[in-house]
């Protein structure tokens, strides 16, 4: 008797997202531009930002999404200092709260350069209008820097520790200054790792391809204290605790895909390094996910 061979359909990797965490507010598995979810940034930042969004620097191959880095020769937009780099912003069109947010990326290595996952939302004024220096925030960023070295007050300088480095930290209202580093084991540019931050209303936690690396916690008067097995703060000094500066976010906001590098002031370039522009530049993105899990 003929057995007729059994073929098995292999699991798209956007039905693999879908059992990773449901009920799931957004799930891009990278295979596309999906406009009904996402858009392309046309415009600049100002501020420390030196690149101007570009939407044909948002680009899906293989199912997975780049954001490219490069020189900017025309419709560039200057702020502070002339705009002399173009790339990629792609940014949800939905605002989500409270939740798990995750990203498998592939970040840029290069001194002076930002990969980054976050949520942002600016808070409004008197009249309605948004004040886009007044914003809740929380921030996944990957410091794309490597140079270290030793400072005068025999610190470590730069990357802290040699390697890529990620970095943590929330706003609310503006307020922020709870920047924290974290050592990443791996050079982060070669492969994809997983990022994820679960927002709740008292606790923002970090983790790495699922393991914890920094947690912020808010008590019931609206303290808040911060931990974490390993990290460093904004100069380099080892911590494992430091206190928060402001109560948690708790505005809902649109979750924000980016590349960048930043204007050539005193205090910038010491948190990014000199960037030295030779070729584009990519950071790669595989899926992204945000689901209302829920606390834990």
């Not at 982060?188 to 606790?203: E, M, R, V």
Request: contains cysteine; charged residues 20%.
């Amino acid at each position: 008797m003929r057995v007729a061979p059994v073929t098995v359909k292999s699991e798209t990797k956007t039905a693999k997202l879908e059992r990773m965490g449901l009920p799931l507010v957004i799930n891009s598995a990278m295979d596309g531009d999906v406009t009904s979810q996402w858009e392309k940034a046309n415009h600049a930042n100002g501020g420390v930002f030196n690149t101007t969004w570009k939407p044909q620097n948002v680009t899906f191959q293989k199912s997975e999404m780049g954001l490219t880095l490069k020189q900017c020769f025309t419709g560039c937009l200057p702020t502070l200092s002339a705009k002399t780099y173009e790339s990629g912003e792609y940014r949800a069109r939905a605002k989500t709260g409270y939740g798990k947010y995750s990203a498998r990326m592939k970040p840029a290595k290069a001194s002076g350069v930002v990969s980054s996952m976050f949520v942002y939302e600016p808070n409004l004024n008197p009249q309605g209008q948004p004040m886009y220096d007044k914003q809740d925030e929380i921030d996944i960023e990957i410091l794309g820097r490597t140079d270290s070295y030793v400072k005068a007050d025999g610190n470590p300088g730069g990357s802290c520790n040699g390697r890529m480095m990620l970095q943590v930290n929330y706003y609310n209202n503006g307020a922020g200054g709870n920047e924290v580093r974290i050592p990443l084991s791996f050079d982060a540019s070669n492969g994809y790792h997983t990022y994820t931050f679960d927002w709740q209303p008292n606790y923002i936690r970090w983790t790495v391809d699922g393991q914890v690396v920094w947690t912020y916690w808010q008590d019931s008067a609206g303290a808040v204290r911060g931990w974490g097995p390993a990290g460093f703060d904004s100069n380099c000094k080892a911590i494992t605790s430091r206190n928060g500066t402001v109560r948690l976010p708790d505005l809902p906001g649109r979750t924000m895909l980016n590349f960048w590098t930043g204007i050539s002031l005193k205090d910038i370039v010491g948190w990014l390094g000199i960037f030295s522009y030779s070729r584009p530049l990519v950071a790669s993105y595989d899926w992204i996910t945000v689901s209302r899990a829920a606390a834990q």
